[in-house]
């Protein structure tokens, strides 16, 4: 248990500690922002909206941040789309992104964006397809209780991540008319043009 954890107050001068071997080199924490390799994740949203990703060398673990020669790492941010309660009060936010697919390591997600100074508590984060397929793009993480639609958070992932893996799925329609019926005012049309 960190100090910030016991003293939530504290993270307006004091940010939570990193666990390097979860994050790309030369990554470390602000109160309201996370810098890897001397880029702001909040920076990064500025310039790209969310979802966007940003891969840096990976670190070798156990090593306190020696770079990796031969393995990547990426930090995804997304939006806070949602956060609810279910039937047995817990907490489940629901975010903008598809994280399905990626190798995402959920229990150093954090809050970037603004500092939180009321206690964190276990919420489910659900991406993508995961409220169809149990599973999939979820994971139980520290999150603030005052955690908020609009809300920006930060997920270390191993590997390279790439921008259409994670891109949230658009909602299709499907088509109830029938060929049949699509055909017949398509030539319905057309006989008024004569």
């Known amino acids: 248990m960190t100090l910030t954890a ?11 500690p990193l666990n390097i071997d979860a994050w790309p ?9 996370v810098i890897v390799s001397g880029v702001s994740m909040l920076r990064l949203v500025d310039v790209c909206q969310t979802p966007c990703v940003h891969t840096a060398t990976a670190v070798i673990p156990g090593t306190h941040g020696r770079r990796s020669p031969y393995r990547d790492a990426a930090v995804v941010v997304v939006q806070v789309t949602a956060v609810l309660r279910n039937f047995d009060a817990a907490r489940v936010v629901l975010i903008d992104a598809c994280l399905d697919s990626v190798d995402a390591t959920w ?3 954090r809050l970037i964006g603004r500092a939180s100074t009321v206690k964190s508590s276990t919420a489910i984060l659900l991406s ?28 270390p992932c191993m590997g390279v991540v790439a921008l259409r893996d994670i ?14 019926e699509r055909d017949a005012v398509a ?4 006989a008024q043009l004569a």
Do not use: K, N, Y
């Not at 993508?128 to 997920?155: C, F, K, N, W, Y």
């Not at 030539?187 to 057309?190: A, G, N, S, V």
């Open 107 to 109: 229990r150093e997600t």
């Open 128 to 155: 993508g397809e995961s409220h169809e397929t149990p599973g999939l793009g979820r994971g139980m993480v520290e999150l603030p209780d005052d955690l908020r639609e609009g809300d920006l958070l930060a997920i």
């Open 6 to 16: 016991m003293m939530p107050s504290l993270r307006r001068t004091l940010a939570d």
């Open 167 to 180: 891109r949230a799925r658009p909602q299709f329609e499907v088509d109830t008319v029938a060929p049949l």
């Open 25 to 33: 080199e030369s990554s470390h924490a602000t109160t309201t922002d």
């Open 187 to 190: 030539l319905t049309w057309l």
